[in-house]
């Protein structure tokens, strides 16, 4: 399943503008009451920690500073109901009935409304087979986590097998899952501290890859670390 994004920020057109004020000026002109009217204020989006993230058990502490470093900012918007864990694994499975391959939004993690508007993506794969020796993009450094994994300045996945109950495939072969961490919207211009980039989103992807396969039931967690790996291999 593929979350939508959160609010468009786009400004009233000029037509727009217009009609509200005709209408401003209609309902002054009509001579009920002294003008005034009630209305509702607007309600703020919630603003939460890392940790509450993507259904509050995929964001480790560690993770939370990445996203810190990621996106300039230690508190986010609350993810939406259908944005966690649970919910992309279950996803995950329903896809896997029927097919090798398939992909799904995790979660979209926020700046607080008000602020800079910065976005990342985490998603997930079903790969139709292991990565086998093939090298991932130039741009990744190259990390020991899982079957594949490499982080870069604007990103970072992990590939891993994931041998469970619910996901067994032919003759009993794994199942190749990837989970990636992306920035999302308009693209920007990374920040300047390549390796603190390239750390920050191993971190958080490793993050998210582990509660994911802890919540399919990988054996062994899918081969994943207990810690994320951040150096080149």
Not at 20 to 46: I, Q
Not at 143 to 156: I, N, Q, S, T
Not at 208 to 232: H, I, K, W
Request: proline share 5%; with cysteine.
């Amino acid at each position: 399943m593929l979350i939508g994004s959160r609010r468009s920020r786009v400004a009233l057109s000029g037509l727009g503008v217009a009609a509200a004020l005709m209408a401003g000026a209609v309902a002054c002109g009509s001579g009920g009451g002294d003008g005034e009217k009630d209305t509702e204020p607007a309600t703020a989006a919630k603003s939460v920690a890392p940790e509450e993230l993507c259904g509050g058990a995929a964001i480790s502490a560690g993770a939370g500073k990445g996203l810190e470093v990621i996106t300039g900012s230690s508190a986010f918007e609350e993810s939406g109901a259908r944005a966690t864990v649970a919910d992309a694994a279950r996803a995950l499975k329903e896809t896997f009935t029927g097919s090798t391959s398939g992909e799904g939004d995790i979660c979209r993690v926020h700046t607080p409304e008000g602020t800079k508007d910065v976005e990342v993506r985490i998603t997930w794969n079903l790969l139709g087979a292991g990565p086998g020796d093939a090298a991932p993009a130039s741009k990744y450094t190259v990390l020991d986590m899982g079957e594949r994994a490499g982080a870069a300045v604007d990103g970072a996945f992990v590939d891993f097998a994931c041998r469970s109950g619910e996901l067994s495939g032919p003759q009993g072969s794994p199942a190749h899952v990837a989970v990636n961490a992306e920035p999302g919207g308009m693209p920007t211009e990374p920040g300047s501290d390549a390796e603190a980039l390239k750390g920050a989103y191993a971190t958080v992807v490793h993050s998210v890859s582990l509660a994911m396969a802890q919540e399919l039931g990988c054996e062994s967690d899918g081969g994943l670390p207990r810690t994320p790996v951040t150096t080149r291999k």
